[in-house]
Nanobody
């Protein structure tokens, strides 16, 4: 059974950093495309980043490029999202999910097995 569990969220001041974790189980992480999405209250789920776990190629939304970094540990079956220079507009619930087509497309319709999410709040 494919499952993701996100963790690492919290309350941080603007300019601060957080590292989110996405623990995967039920499948081999080595040949997957795992994306991070976020959803703020009243807004649609937004694609943030994606990593090809075989090649370590990463992709980022323009809004987070240069501030967020995705990485993975295939042995620990965990994908990470290192977030720096956080802004209030980064406040959202962050989710990870696996692309059903194997690529890093941006539509949430191409992803399944969503976790429960982890709340990130950026506020002074």
């Amino acid at each position: 059974q494919v499952r993701f569990v996100e963790s690492g969220g919290g309350l941080v001041q603007p300019g601060g950093s957080l590292r989110l974790l996405c623990a995967a189980s039920g499948f081999t992480l080595d040949y997957s495309a795992i994306a991070w999405f976020r959803q703020a209250p009243g807004k649609e789920r937004e694609w943030v980043s994606c990593i090809n776990t075989r090649t370590e190629t990463t992709f980022y939304a323009d809004s987070v490029k240069g501030r967020f970094t995705s990485s993975r540990d295939n042995v620990k079956k965990t994908v990470y999202l290192q977030m720096t220079s956080l802004k209030p507009e980064d406040t959202a619930v962050y989710y990870c999910a696996r692309n059903t087509l194997g690529g890093c497309s941006r539509s949430p319709l191409n992803y399944d097995n969503w976790g429960q999410g982890t709340q990130v709040t950026v506020s002074s």
